[in-house]
């Protein structure tokens, strides 16, 4: 995982702004769910303002998943997800007052619960968080598996449960840690029932996988293009066996040797292209 500086401000706000303000100009108000009115914002003959947001938000992402890595820039926009890492609709105060302290940049942005706002009826800043920049992260749509739109992973998985905004947190990539058999965790984390890479899905089996096949991959300097595919399957099959891995995870390692669908949606985890990732 990586830190994800938010450093277009002035960029991102200025479109922000312009929507608050045509929102305004038009409904009289500020009204409740402006993420929802945002989406339909455009000014003829412009780039709509959520597409425009997206763009500036997969930049800063240098074009992957948030949490996963995943490359998903030009991917199809079903692919991929705006996450909001305080929750679009926080249930109260509480529920929104716990991403903060946390040592992210959420500490020190300019923004405001939307409720707050709403009440408050003034122009930004602070912004309100469902359409602040700085609450936004461009997430992939978590799907794993060939013809499947179920969310595996990630924003879609995640819902409204709590996360520890990790993204935003500095040197996050010295604190996520991944293993040589793919699977990850936070070193500080201190939620045991609900580990915040569990709630995003980050040990989903196939992703798990694709992390250690890539581990494989990078340490013996084979590039994913041109390796012989069944030959570097069997590798990582002999090391599920040695560790008496269940059938059902054999039998995934298998969708990658066999089909050409799992096989970029391996090279879309090129990130993980660097043995020296692992531990
Ligand atoms: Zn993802």
């Known amino acids: ?5 938010k450093n277009k401000h002035a960029e991102a706000h200025a479109l922000i702004d312009g929507f608050l303000q045509r929102h305004k100009d038009r409904h009289g108000i500020y009204l409740n769910d402006l993420y929802k009115y945002l989406g339909a914002d455009f000014v ?15 930049e800063e992402q240098h074009g992957r998943c948030c949490y996963c890595m995943r490359r998903i820039e030009g991917l ?27 040592n992210s940049q959420l500490d020190s942005s300019d923004i405001i619960s939307s409720s707050d706002f709403i009440a408050r009826q003034v122009p930004p800043p602070p912004y309100p968080h469902a359409v602040a920049y700085e609450n ?5 749509a978590g799907h794993c598996h060939i013809g499947l739109k179920t969310s595996f992973t990630c924003n879609n998985h995640r819902g409204h449960r709590f ?6 947190m500095a040197n996050i ?25 569990e709630v995003l899905g980050l040990n989903y089996e196939v992703l798990k996988l694709i992390r250690r096949i890539w581990y494989k991959l990078s340490s013996k300097g084979l ?6 595919r069944q030959k570097l399957i069997y590798e990582v099959l002999g ?13 995934t390692l298998f969708l990658f040797a066999n089909n050409a669908w799992y096989w970029k949606l391996l090279q879309q985890f090129d990130y993980f292209n660097d043995s020296s990732k692992f531990e």
């Open 173 to 197: 990539n010295r604190e996520v840690k991944y293993q040589k058999n793919g699977f990850v965790y936070w070193i500080n984390e201190t939620n045991t029932a609900n580990p915040t890479v």
């Open 1 to 5: 995982m990586e830190t994800i500086v």
């Open 239 to 251: 090391d599920l066996l040695d560790e008496n891995e269940d059938d059902a995870v054999i039998q």
């Open 76 to 102: 199809p926009s079903e692919e991929m997800s705006i996450e909001h890492v305080i929750v679009n609709h926080p249930i109260d105060a509480n529920d929104y007052n716990q991403y903060l302290g946390r």
């Open 44 to 58: 003829y003959g412009q780039t709509k303002t959520r597409k425009a947001l997206v763009g500036i938000l997969l």
């Open 163 to 168: 996360i520890d905004p990790l993204p935003l």
């Open 136 to 140: 936004m992260l461009m997430s992939c």
């Open 223 to 228: 590039k994913v293009d041109d390796c012989d």
